[in-house]
């Protein structure tokens, strides 16, 4: 038996080779397409997402995980180590995170069992996730994890910029005029996360393309501070010459020990929409 095993929901957008080299359990959320219900990553993909999206011109609904479903992860995790860290998307965004303490009273789990609000979401919770899956390896004690973890949660910088409004429109985070504006006038929005909340930074205006390597560009002091080991490109459909001069401009402003691209899962994807990237690192 393992001494800690990592569980995390889908939205931590972690890439397949990241979450078998820290042997991660991952549980799906929920998209709802309509009257139909679908796991996110299981029987749905983001360009299924994006097709029914714009031939409805409605907007998909996401959810957490049922009760039942949650118990029934952290017992496989229960049976594979001796404790768990279970890495959710920020509470203020989803009710992931109270299921799965109620799944861990429900089976009295909780001196074995940590349940983490990451305060984000998408590859902001991953990178928290890495540093635990690096302190697993050096031999870390589960409460020197812990505490490291909550040291690094407020430092997490997770920011993007979108292409449309509109799936931020249908979902309700933006208003139909605003939408109607910013997609007439080319206005692409950065978007934050504070706090466990997402908040509207600067507005770029233009082609997407000179857009992201703008918004690149405007972090180059950010990304001095920030710390080495781990820096995340996430985007929810970019061409891939795109994403390569983006690795080589974060490149040119500071060196990172790993930088990764990963693509943004369906439920970030149903948010956000088509064509959007971002740029996630935790500061020093």
């Not at 540093?131 to 997490?156: D, F, R, Y």
Request: charged share 30%; aromatic share 6%.
């Amino acid at each position: 038996m393992k001494d800690i095993v990592i569980l995390t929901d889908s939205t931590s957008d972690l890439s397949e080779e990241l979450l078998g080299r820290y042997e991660i359990i991952k549980f799906p959320l929920h998209i709802h397409l309509g009257d139909k219900e679908y796991s996110d990553g299981v029987d749905i993909n983001p360009q299924d997402i994006y097709d029914w999206s714009e031939a409805t011109k409605e907007t998909p609904k996401t959810s957490a995980i049922s009760l039942d479903t949650a118990i029934t992860y952290l017992k496989k995790a229960l049976e594979e180590a001796k404790e768990v860290f279970c890495f959710c998307i920020s509470e203020s965004m989803s009710s992931c995170y109270s299921v799965m303490n109620m799944a861990v009273q429900e089976l009295e789990a909780e001196d074995r069992v940590h349940i983490i609000d990451s305060a984000n979401l998408s590859t902001g919770i991953g990178l928290l996730i890495v540093e635990c899956g690096e302190m697993m390896e050096k031999g870390k004690t589960a409460a020197e994890i812990l505490q490291k973890i909550e040291e690094m949660k407020p430092k997490v910088r997770a920011s993007f910029v979108v292409d449309t409004l509109t799936y931020l429109h249908r979902g309700g985070r933006c208003s139909g005029a605003a939408a109607l504006a910013g997609n007439t006038l080319k206005i692409h929005p950065s978007i934050y996360v504070e706090e466990g909340k997402m908040y509207a930074g600067k507005k770029y205006r233009g082609k997407m393309e000179r857009v992201i390597l703008t918004y690149v560009e405007d972090m180059e002091e950010r990304l001095k501070k920030a710390k080495k080991d781990h820096l995340f490109i996430t985007h929810s459909g970019c061409s891939t010459e795109l994403l390569n001069r983006v690795k080589s401009l974060v490149e040119e402003k500071a060196e990172f020990k790993n930088i990764y691209i990963t693509r943004a899962g369906g439920v970030v994807s149903s948010h956000c929409g088509p064509g959007t990237l971002g740029v996630l690192f935790i500061e020093e």
